[in-house]
């Protein structure tokens, strides 16, 4: 069955510091990655997405990595403000004709300022 | 700024009701998708759509219907609203080919049934 854990399950920080997120698939053989925010009862913004190709993506201050063989995803925050207060959601694709997305948990961050 | 659109955002009905949440998208994808989430919980695939004239029950059983006549709107039926179908409803839409760009989701409907 393909699964998909996110741990920590909440997160509180204080402002400014450095964090990681941890997404793990039982499943090795993905299609893609995405990696979603979800502020409290809205829907979900992308924020990264990591073809089975690649190793890593980056846009400003966050930073994912995919390593396929060990079924493992991160994703790296810095300098985290208190804007950054969301649900992280990490997603994995597995392709083929319907392309659909095996959700995680989530981690529920909370960035003290 | 959406691409995917979902109407209405809120929506407070009684039981036995009919309801129709509208889900549509610029973008032209081929594939789309309704996820339930339930407060704090994870996203659940309740339906999809390869295409125009295609669709398929998702992992989660639910008493909704859907239906793709257009390739730009995927609306979602509820023929008898129910308590327990107080959820919020997620739609979203993907497209293959060289380069995927992964899923795009609408900013949801909070349905409430009393």
């Known amino acids: 069955k393909q699964e998909v854990t996110q741990i920590p399950a909440a997160l509180s920080v204080p402002e400014g510091e450095n964090l990681v997120l941890n997404c793990s698939f039982t499943d090795s053989a993905i299609y893609n990655l995405q990696w979603f925010r979800q502020d409290p009862g809205k829907g979900l913004t992308s924020l990264l997405l990591?073809?089975?190709?690649?190793r890593e993506q980056t846009s400003g201050r966050l930073n994912a990595s995919l390593d396929k063989s060990s079924g493992r995803s991160t994703l790296y925050i810095a300098a985290s403000q208190p804007g950054d207060s969301a649900t992280y959601l990490c997603a994995v694709g597995y392709g083929g004709a319907t392309n659909k997305l095996i959700f995680g948990t989530g981690t529920l961050l909370a960035v003290q300022p | 700024e959406a691409d995917i659109y979902q109407t209405p955002r809120y929506l407070v009905i009684g039981t036995g009701k009919k309801i129709t949440l509208e889900c549509s998208q610029t973008?032209?994808?081929?594939?789309m998708y309704w996820y339930q989430q339930d407060p704090g919980m994870e996203l659940h695939l309740i339906h999809y759509?390869?295409?125009?004239?295609?669709?398929e029950k998702g992992d989660l059983s639910s008493e909704s219907t859907v239906s793709r006549i257009r390739t730009e709107h995927f609306p979602l039926t509820l023929e008898s609203a129910r308590p327990s179908h107080t959820s919020q409803y997620l739609c979203a839409s993907s497209q293959d080919g060289a380069f995927n760009y992964g899923y795009t989701f609408g900013s949801g409907t909070r349905l409430t049934v009393v």
């Open positions: 973008m032209g994808h081929d594939k």
């Open positions: 990591i073809q089975s190709s690649q």
């Open positions: 759509s390869y295409g125009v004239n295609s669709t």
